[in-house]
């Protein structure tokens, strides 16, 4: 059991698995700023714009309060395209700040040339070509 728990705890205090429940807390949080914006602002706007009631519901026969609630639906897909939009645009800014002061390799100074004769492949340091016996005056 004590084993059990030695492993369990290496397992949770790793730097990757605390890492991942900090961005699960934090997205949570961030997943909720989005609904509050996309209800108290875009969706007003976009009632203002269409003049009909975003909110609506279509109601179904059956029990009381059964109906499609198609504003909320058009509510969730808004909020799922602007955390998109948010968390690309943060991916694409981490990307270009992971790429900033890094050195772009030098390109490799070339091993191999042409015979000027015939056109084969021969070491760059060749003074006669070994494939037409070609002297090679460069």
């Not at 969706?43 to 109906?67: M, R, V, Y």
């Not at 058009?74 to 799922?80: G, H, L, P, R």
């Not at 050195?103 to 070509?129: G, M, N």
């Amino acid at each position: 059991m004590k084993k059990f728990l030695k492993e369990f705890k290496e397992f949770a205090l790793k730097g990757n698995v605390m890492d991942m429940a900090i961005g699960v807390i934090i997205g949570g949080a961030f997943t909720a700023i989005v609904t509050a914006f996309t209800d108290d602002f875009i969706t007003p706007l976009i009632s203002i714009l269409g003049g009909t009631e975003f909110g609506g519901k279509i109601p179904l026969p059956g029990p009381e309060g059964n109906a499609i609630l198609w504003g909320d639906f058009i509510s969730a897909v808004v909020n799922f395209l602007i955390v998109a939009i948010i968390l690309f645009a943060m991916l694409k800014a981490m990307n270009k700040l992971m790429t900033i002061g890094k050195k772009k390799e030098e390109e490799a100074e070339p091993l191999t040339k042409k015979c000027p004769f015939c056109q084969s492949e021969i070491d760059i340091k060749a003074i006669k070509c070994p494939h037409c016996t070609s002297d090679i005056k460069e």
